[in-house]
């Protein structure tokens, strides 16, 4: 990092094992949201940069996709030794940049370390031979891929995506989010640090309608694994058809948590809430529909308005802070438009509200917002808001909540509270969502991870997610 001028500039990329100037000229700023000022500038690169990395990739490949399994185990604990030891420098980028609070940020750190050795459990059960019938199947690598991650904890992505890359013998490009440079910056050195062969993981700082698209077009990359949007990932699907690339899309949600008439709101919905404010409400897997047995609805408002009015928000450097900022202006106002909706809507203000917390003078902060009264049908149950405001939607029946939850374009996560465990169970069993939590907040890094429907395709974590690095190869007559 550069910082001759008067704001730090990050002004170099990752190429075949150096870190050297892109060919790109421009500066992108990058702020502090929690006090709006412009603390760093990235220097970004070109479609130039995008295929010196996809050659460099390319080339290493050639010997990396012949490595032994031993050899993938012994590179990804180096690169856990490495990131581990930046564990508090990611959090404090992440912290600066898009203002994660401490917990989610302290979590995100060490996930982004621990993606390594968890992949090298993965690779230690994983059988690359296989005897079918008369066949030997081999599962071999796919080749060179674009690994494209988002903002948020975008250190965690771009460690996960690269493990599974690594332990698949492919060799990476990689094109994180430009908001993310700070971060970007931090895990590089680290990864670097690692000393891995050369080309083996390529990193160019750059936008996604420059870098993003080259790496999605370009018939050298086998494989895009992107995390984001839903709109930007069938941009990144259509790019990709010409050579028909494989692809892995973990997209956006609108996660409902349902409330069955057992559960206890005691335990439950604090969780809830928590579930629905997770990484101030900037996450995809976030719980931002409440669905209510009707019932119960006057005690669940007042128990969720109980639990939403003791949040605290603020910036990072409060550790008591359980909400932080909006990444961005842009972003803060995406979400003021969306409360504005929900009023025009007609959906009845639980608590929060338009602008910025009384307590806070600077920054792009929200207040923490929950609408009742809200029909499935709204816009604002709808569409991923990507802040924290939360829907409170009721419910007749069983049949009338699972008809309700399902009744979405996404299908990311979904949640399920209630006393009797077995029912609670067969009632997560019929929700269409990849993954389903039940009474709690759980996480498991070798299940596998991603969505049905306009939440994505494929899976990330453990087996399934190295599969989708992987193509198998039918050998008859062999044995």
Same mark, same amino acid.
């Given at each position: ?51 010196? &990395? @996809? $050659? #460099?990739?390319?080339? *290493?490949?050639?010997?990396? !996709?012949?490595? %032994? ?6 590179? /990804? ?87 599974? &890359? @690594? $332990? #698949?013998?492919?060799? *990476?490009?990689?094109?994180? !989010?430009?908001? %993310? ?6 895990? /590089? ?88 404010? @997770? ?201």
């Amino acid at each position: 990092m550069n910082t001759t001028t008067a704001l730090p500039l990050i002004d170099t990329i990752y190429i075949d094992g150096q870190f050297v100037t892109p060919q790109g000229t421009e500066l992108f700023d990058l702020h502090n949201p929690a006090t709006e000022q412009v603390v760093a500038r990235v220097r970004l690169g070109d479609r130039e940069d995008a295929r010196r &990395a @996809i $050659a #460099a990739a390319k080339r *290493a490949f050639e010997r990396f !996709s012949r490595s %032994s399994v031993a050899e993938r185990i012994a590179l /990804l604990q180096r690169l856990h030794a490495a990131v581990a030891a930046r564990e508090n420098d990611i959090r404090a980028a992440m912290q600066l940049e898009y203002g994660a609070p401490d917990g989610f940020a302290r979590f995100a750190a060490k996930h982004a370390a621990d993606a390594f050795t968890n992949m090298v459990e993965t690779l230690r059960r994983y059988e690359f031979t296989r005897r079918i019938g008369t066949a030997e199947v081999q599962m071999e690598p796919v080749g060179v891929v674009a690994l494209i991650t988002p903002w948020n904890s975008n250190a965690g992505f771009i460690c996960n995506k690269l493990a599974t &890359a @690594i $332990a #698949a013998g492919c060799t *990476a490009v990689i094109k994180p !989010s430009e908001m %993310s440079a700070q971060q970007t910056q931090v895990v /590089l050195e680290a990864l670097h640090a690692a000393d891995l062969p050369a080309g083996l993981f390529n990193i160019v700082n750059g936008r996604g309608d420059v870098v993003g698209d080259e790496f999605s077009a370009h018939p050298d990359v086998s494989k895009v694994s992107f995390t984001g949007s839903t709109a930007v990932g069938k941009a990144i699907l259509r790019a990709g058809a010409e050579t028909l690339k494989r692809v892995t899309l973990e997209l956006g949600g609108k996660s409902p948590t349902l409330l069955l008439p057992d559960a206890d709101f005691t335990s439950a919905i604090p969780l809830t809430v928590r579930a629905g404010f @997770i990484n101030s409400g900037q996450a995809c897997i976030a719980g931002t529909r409440i669905l209510v047995p009707e019932a119960r609805m006057d005690e669940a408002l007042a128990a969720i308005r109980t639990a939403v009015e003791a949040i605290r928000v603020g910036p990072a450097s409060d550790p008591a802070s359980e909400i932080g900022p909006m990444v961005s202006a842009r972003q803060w106002e995406r979400v003021q438009g969306y409360i504005a909706l929900g009023a025009e809507e007609g959906a009845q203000l639980l608590t929060g509200g338009p602008g910025r917390p009384e307590h806070l003078s600077e920054g792009w902060f929200v207040r923490p917002t929950v609408f009742a009264g809200v029909r499935n049908d709204m816009r604002i149950a709808r569409e991923e808001i990507f802040g924290p405001v939360l829907c409170v939607i009721g419910y007749r029946d069983e049949e009338d909540a699972i008809a309700i939850a399902n009744d979405t374009n996404y299908g990311l996560q979904a949640s399920v509270y209630g006393s009797d465990f077995a029912h609670a169970r067969k009632v997560a069993s019929r929700l269409q969502a990849g993954r389903v939590l039940i009474n709690g907040l759980h996480h498991e890094p070798l299940a596998p991870f991603g969505g049905f429907k306009q939440s994505g395709i494929g899976r990330e974590f453990g087996a399934f997610g190295l599969e989708a690095y992987l193509e198998p190869k039918t050998l008859l007559g062999a044995v």
